[in-house]
């Protein structure tokens, strides 16, 4: 089983900054492509950015400039750097991640979310 959990979400001012974590525990498996999705009530669910195996990235026009994403394969872990927080950032933030154990066994794992609030 492999398991994705993030942190370091939490309440923050309009013009601030949050990072978020996203870390991949469990064993015999390795990760292609990591994401970062969103989602606030009513809403459907959003892609932020993804990032591949060699480090190429993609960010929703809504994010691009403010936020990025980068991962450190050495600790299985995704990051997303959020800058310029704007009230409409407002969400449940989840990691996702294609899995990969051999060449014919491949899914994709979701974290439970981290919540984003951005208020004055």
């Known amino acids: 089983q492999v398991q994705l959990v993030e942190s370091g979400g939490g309440l923050v001012q309009p013009g601030g900054s949050l990072r978020l974590s996203c870390a991949a525990s469990g064993s015999s498996f390795s990760i292609n492509n990591m994401r970062w999705y969103r989602q606030s009530p009513g809403q459907q669910r959003e892609l932020v950015a993804g990032?591949?195996?060699?480090?190429?990235?993609n960010y929703a026009d809504s994010v691009k400039g403010r936020f990025t994403i980068s991962r450190d394969n050495a600790k299985n872990t995704v990051y997303l750097q959020m800058n310029s927080l704007k009230p409409e950032d407002t969400a449940v933030y989840y990691c996702n991640a294609d899995i990969v154990r051999t060449w014919n066994n491949h899914f994709v794992a979701w974290g439970q979310g981290t919540q984003v609030t951005v208020s004055s």
């Open positions: 990032i591949t195996s060699g480090g190429s990235t």
